[in-house]
Structure formats: C-alpha cells, structure tokens
C-alpha cells in the first residue's frame, strides 16, 4: 500500500483548536450576557436559505451576490472511487431553480423567519440576536476566511432615531465590555430611497468626467451602485470620491431630523463618534443610519462591526412596512485585535485531581471512583494507559490537577484516600465522602 494522502480542511475553513477556545468563548459569552441586558432574544436560522433570499435582500450588484455566494443545485448524479488511501469524488450538477445558499450574512436571514412566522403580529417590536457561522467565496489569496462566525443583533419593527442610536450604544458596549478598548465610532446616513435616488444623480454627474481614472471594480460600479465608489479603498478612487459632496447635504427634512436624533442621542449618552461622509457599506438593504466600529491595531481592514438600518427590507420580503435596525460583530477580527493587545486569556482551570493508581489491580475501583466523583461535579483524569507511578504523577502535574490521590490496595482496605496537593506538597488522610467535599470546595 502506497502512502497515506492527508486530508486538509477546506481552503478559508480553518478549524477552531482548543487554544483558540477561550477568547472564542469570552466573546460569545460577552454577547449572550450583554444584548440580554438591552432585551435582546436569541434566534437560530438555517445555514441554507434559497439563494433567492440573498438576490432580493442583499442585491443583485453586490460583491456578495455577484461573486462570493456558495450556491448549491440539485445534485443529480456522484461518483465516488476510492482505492487505498486516496479518495476521489466526482459530482455532475444540474442546476435547479430552488438552488440554495450557505447563508453569506445574518440580516436576510433573520427578516425572512419574521416575516415568515408573522412575528409582527404577535408584537409590533423585536429585538433579536443571532451567533453563528456565516459563508463566503472570498478570493484565497487575499488570505480571507470563507467560513466565519458573526454575532449579530436585530431591531425590527421601529423607525424611531432611539432605535438607532441604542443599537449603536449596544454594539460599542459589547466591545468595552468584551475587553477590547479602543473602538472607534464612525456613523453616516445614506438617506432613504428618495433622498438616495437624488444624490445618486448628483453623484453620476460628478464622477462621470473622470469616469475613466476609476479603479475596474468601480467603474462597472458606477451604472450598478455608485454610491460603492465612496468606499473604494484605491487611492485614485479615493481621491476622486473626495470631492463629492456629502450625502447628508442631499437629505430630505425628515432624513436629516432622523439623524439630527440620532447624533444628539448618541452625544447624550456620552458616546464619542465621528461622522464619516464616507461611509455607506455594501450592502443594498441599508437606508438612513449606517455606522461602522473599528480598531487601528487591525491595519487597512479595521471594521470590527457593522451595521446600520435598513426600513425597506420587511416589506421587501412580503412583510408589512416595518423599519429596523441592526449590525453584525466580526468575531474574526474581534478576535485578532484582542490577540493583538495582549489580551492572554487565563489558562482554563485544570482539573480538580488526578486519581493515581497504584498498581493494576485497584484500576477497576479508581474508574468506580471517578464516575461517583464526576457524578457530583468534580473534574476528574486519571490514567488509561497502565502507567508507572512517576510517569501518573507527571500528567498530575501537567494537567494542573488541585490534587492527586494515590489509590492502592491498602487505602481501599482503610477506606482512607491519601491527597496530595499539588502547589504547596501537602498530604492528607481523607475517607471518599471528605474528598467530595474537599473537591467541591
Ligand atoms: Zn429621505
Ligand atoms: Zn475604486
């Protein structure tokens, strides 16, 4: 038999190995424990939606729709050879016209099951928040992840500015609170479709006497959604893009008080942000209040969260008119910008003893011994691999044990357990109900 292939993950599906484990954790638990406190439910939707959800919900002429969807047809016929040590599977697709995606974001999703379960007639507001992994085909040379987790919060039902402004406290919250100092706050509003129609023209004519400098990407932005150009990170697109007048000098009266509220809202609370003209996300969905949190230790990709509002998408998705508000937490770059300052998260607590057996025989009552002991919530390891006395005592150590406990012949006799705690050499006599007590402690 030749030589064994390994199999890799999928390239941008990085596993998440136990010492990635507690940061992933204190983020997870921060949000769960935090968007509670702001009245926050949970939600869970399926990784798959009809690829139609996306289509109509994010845009047609979206990075995302156009190009980093995982679409899935009808599988209509597989292959699969295998010889020893090497596996190959060949798939022939047809295309269907109920294909479905790998969820790319957490929004549509989400409106889509209120819309669905007529959540809007049971109440008329609610606040939903969702964790979980989201999809998308992202070049992998540019060394992004194509699978990745975000946390994600949900205002549905309101198109009042304290919505608004009580998301974007929520989402800075969450940093502070997660340990990550830092952030800043960009905010901006794109105005409604009404205010958007009039500075997308006002934009066009700007940009079309330099239509040619722009970078590729915006230059076929330009017809499809020009407002993209603003947030093109090329230096020329930049450069021209600075000339534009801000969006908020096109608004309509009530887009300006909306975000006159906001902003006075948000100064209230004693929140420090700062207005960026330039900001407008890429997403087709968002109307008025977008904002953006970032941190500067992250380089030229600095979001750690986005979001914004977003008044037409209910009704986009066969729902009343509902207005809404949310954003999304990027667990990935939240994660690399607390590694970044050090944030070393304290070793998970080590066991609370190790069960040591003296020679072979007792090994059937010290595995009796654990079960009774794990019964009560204590951390037990011991041995299973029949090992000398010394060579137990080592993985005592090194699994940070509290304690050891030496089990032989004559201390099941007694009934008497010795302990050993680790930090300080002590020894103990203890019978087995003491030692479920001591551990406990
Ligand atoms: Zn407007
Ligand atoms: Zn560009």
Same mark, same amino acid.
């Given at each position: 038999?030749?030589?064994?292939?390994?199999?890799?993950?999928?390239?941008?599906?990085?596993?998440?190995?136990?010492?990635?484990?507690?940061?992933?954790?204190?983020?997870?638990?921060? @949000?769960? #424990?935090? *968007?509670?406190?702001? %009245?926050?439910?949970?939600?869970?939707?399926?990784?798959?939606?009809?690829?139609? =959800?996306?289509?109509?919900?994010?845009g047609?002429a979206t990075d995302i729709v156009e190009k980093e969807?995982?679409?899935?047809?009808?599988?209509?016929?597989?292959?699969?050879?295998?010889?020893?040590?090497?596996?190959?599977?060949?798939?022939?697709?047809?295309?269907?016209?109920?294909?479905?995606?790998?969820?790319?974001?957490?929004?549509?999703?989400?409106?889509?099951?209120?819309?669905?379960?007529?959540?809007?007639?049971?109440?008329?507001?609610?606040?939903?928040?969702?964790?979980?992994?989201?999809?998308r085909k992202e070049r992998p040379q540019a060394g992004r992840?194509?699978?990745?987790?975000?946390?994600?919060?949900?205002?549905?039902?309101?198109?009042?500015?304290?919505?608004?402004?009580?998301?974007?406290?929520? @989402?800075? #919250?969450? *940093?502070?609170?997660? %340990?990550?100092?830092?952030?800043?706050?960009k905010?901006n509003?794109i105005?409604? =479709?009404?205010?958007?129609?009039?500075y997308r023209?006002v934009l066009r004519q700007l940009l079309a006497p330099r239509r040619g400098e722009l970078c590729k990407d915006c230059q076929s932005r330009f017809d499809r959604n020009v407002f993209r150009v603003l947030d093109c990170r090329n230096p020329v697109c930049r450069e021209i893009a600075r000339a534009a007048p801000p969006m908020?000098?096109?608004?309509?009266?009530?887009?300006?008080?909306?975000?006159?509220?906001?902003?006075?809202?948000?100064?209230?609370?004693?929140?420090?942000?700062?207005?960026d003209d330039h900001l407008v996300r890429g997403f087709d969905?968002y109307?008025?209040?977008v904002?953006e949190?970032s941190?500067s230790?992250l380089g030229a990709r600095d979001a750690?969260?986005g979001?914004?509002?977003?008044?037409?998408?209910?009704?986009?998705?066969? %729902?009343?008119?509902?207005?809404?508000?949310?954003?999304?937490?990027g667990?990935?770059p939240?994660?690399?910008?607390?590694?970044?300052?050090?944030?070393?998260?304290?070793?998970?607590?080590?066991?609370?003893?190790?069960?040591?057996?003296?020679?072979?025989?007792?090994?059937?009552?010290?595995?009796?011994?654990?079960?009774?002991?794990?019964?009560?919530?204590?951390?037990?390891?011991?041995?299973?691999?029949?090992?000398?006395?010394?060579?137990?005592?080592?993985?005592?150590?090194?699994?940070?044990?509290?304690?050891?406990?030496?089990?032989?012949?004559?201390?099941?006799?007694?009934?008497?357990?010795?302990?050993?705690?680790?930090?300080?050499?002590?020894?103990?006599?203890?019978?087995?109900?003491?030692?479920?007590?001591?551990?406990?402690?």
């Amino acid at each position: 038999m030749g030589k064994i292939e390994k199999i890799s993950a999928p390239r941008g599906m990085p596993d998440t190995l136990p010492s990635d484990m507690p940061l992933l954790r204190r983020i997870e638990e921060t @949000a769960h #424990r935090v *968007f509670r406190i702001y %009245g926050y439910e949970e939600i869970r939707t399926p990784m798959f939606e009809e690829t139609r =959800l996306f289509v109509r919900g994010i845009g047609e002429a979206t990075d995302i729709v156009e190009k980093e969807m995982y679409t899935f047809a009808a599988v209509t016929s597989a292959r699969v050879q295998s010889q020893p040590g090497r596996t190959t599977v060949s798939l022939k697709t047809e295309f269907a016209e109920d294909a479905i995606t790998l969820r790319p974001e957490g929004t549509a999703p989400v409106v889509r099951a209120v819309v669905e379960h007529e959540l809007l007639k049971q109440q008329g507001f609610w606040k939903l928040y969702y964790v979980g992994p989201m999809f998308r085909k992202e070049r992998p040379q540019a060394g992004r992840l194509r699978q990745f987790e975000q946390i994600g919060c949900e205002a549905v039902g309101s198109a009042e500015p304290v919505v608004d402004a009580e998301s974007i406290l929520l @989402a800075a #919250r969450f *940093f502070k609170e997660v %340990g990550l100092p830092g952030v800043q706050v960009k905010i901006n509003t794109i105005g409604c =479709l009404n205010c958007r129609a009039a500075y997308r023209d006002v934009l066009r004519q700007l940009l079309a006497p330099r239509r040619g400098e722009l970078c590729k990407d915006c230059q076929s932005r330009f017809d499809r959604n020009v407002f993209r150009v603003l947030d093109c990170r090329n230096p020329v697109c930049r450069e021209i893009a600075r000339a534009a007048p801000p969006m908020r000098a096109h608004l309509d009266a009530d887009c300006r008080a909306h975000f006159n509220e906001v902003t006075a809202l948000l100064t209230r609370a004693g929140l420090e942000f700062i207005i960026d003209d330039h900001l407008v996300r890429g997403f087709d969905y968002y109307t008025r209040t977008v904002f953006e949190l970032s941190h500067s230790a992250l380089g030229a990709r600095d979001a750690v969260c986005g979001g914004g509002r977003y008044d037409n998408l209910v009704a986009e998705l066969g %729902g009343p008119p509902a207005g809404c508000v949310g954003f999304a937490v990027g667990v990935v770059p939240t994660v690399l910008a607390l590694q970044k300052q050090n944030a070393a998260e304290a070793l998970q607590p080590g066991a609370d003893a190790y069960l040591i057996a003296v020679s072979d025989e007792v090994r059937t009552d010290i595995f009796r011994m654990a079960e009774k002991l794990r019964s009560e919530g204590i951390r037990i390891e011991m041995d299973y691999e029949r090992r000398s006395l010394k060579a137990q005592m080592r993985s005592a150590n090194k699994c940070r044990a509290r304690y050891a406990i030496v089990v032989g012949p004559d201390e099941l006799a007694a009934g008497r357990l010795k302990l050993k705690q680790m930090a300080t050499g002590e020894e103990i006599n203890l019978s087995l109900d003491e030692v479920a007590a001591l551990l406990l402690k």
